[in-house]
């Protein structure tokens, strides 16, 4: 079942924060984000498993809320460069099925 | 390290016919994964290979097929190809199965 992300779309000034949100309603492994400009493929931003461990890019920080199975990407001190469409993968227990299951996108706008 | 790529990047086929894609993982990467991109239906998981084994498959039909040679390359064929196919195809390679994935840029397949 595909992830829900919340907000759909967001509109910053830079400098401004922002937090894209991502529930499921199936027991969680992982968590992966993703960032996708127009015309190009997704960039990996950041990945959370389940207990705790986090891998991904230093300027990003993400949390993994295993009893709700939601997870949160915070954007701070938006740039310019943050502009496009964050979606975020998930990733089951169970070893059978969807590798990534992605929700529909977040897209982000930062505007001078 | 050179990235995922994708050959080709674009082709443009009529309704019938077949196609097929072919995507070489990031060096030392053994696990591949195929998606499909549409507008309508966001990001959708295909299948996976590793050590040339398919370990996962996605909710599409039959005429969707893939395979991955001892070199970790994959390929992915499209028969009787339908104008519902249209949509950007994306490989992405990791390390082992429960990894960061990373992206190929995509082969975008337009079906006239």
């Known amino acids: 079942q595909q992830p829900v992300q919340s907000p759909q779309a967001v509109i910053l000034r830079e400098g401004e924060d922002a937090v894209i949100n991502c529930s499921s309603s199936?027991?969680?492994?992982?968590v992966h984000w993703y960032r996708q400009k127009h015309g190009e493929a997704p960039v990996f931003l950041m990945i959370?498993?389940?207990?705790?461990e986090q891998k991904g890019h230093e300027k990003i920080s993400a949390s993994f809320n295993e009893k709700k199975q939601q997870s949160s990407l915070y954007l701070t001190a938006s740039q310019l460069s943050y502009s496009g469409t964050y979606f975020c993968?998930?990733?089951?227990?169970?070893?059978?099925?969807?590798?990534?299951?992605f929700g529909e996108g977040t897209q982000l706008t930062v505007n001078p | 390290k050179a990235g995922v790529t994708q050959t080709p990047r674009y082709l443009i086929k009529t309704r019938g016919q077949q196609v097929t894609l072919s995507c070489s993982p990031i060096?030392?990467?053994?696990?591949v994964s195929w998606y499909q991109q549409t507008p309508g239906q966001g990001l959708q998981f295909l299948f996976e290979?590793?050590?040339?084994?398919?370990?996962n498959k996605g909710n599409f039909p039959g005429r969707f097929s893939g395979r991955q040679f001892s070199n970790s390359r994959s390929e992915m064929n499209v028969s009787t190809l339908e104008l519902g196919d249209s949509a950007l195809y994306l490989c992405?390679?990791?390390?082992?199965?429960?990894?960061?994935?990373?992206f190929g840029p995509g082969t975008r397949l337009t079906v006239l």
């Open positions: 992405a390679s990791s390390l082992a199965v429960t990894d960061t994935q990373y």
């Open positions: 199936k027991a969680l492994y992982s």
């Open positions: 959370l498993l389940k207990g705790g």
């Open positions: 993968g998930t990733e089951k227990e169970e070893t059978s099925g969807s590798r990534l299951t």
């Open positions: 060096s030392g990467h053994r696990s």
């Open positions: 290979y590793f050590s040339e084994t398919q370990r």
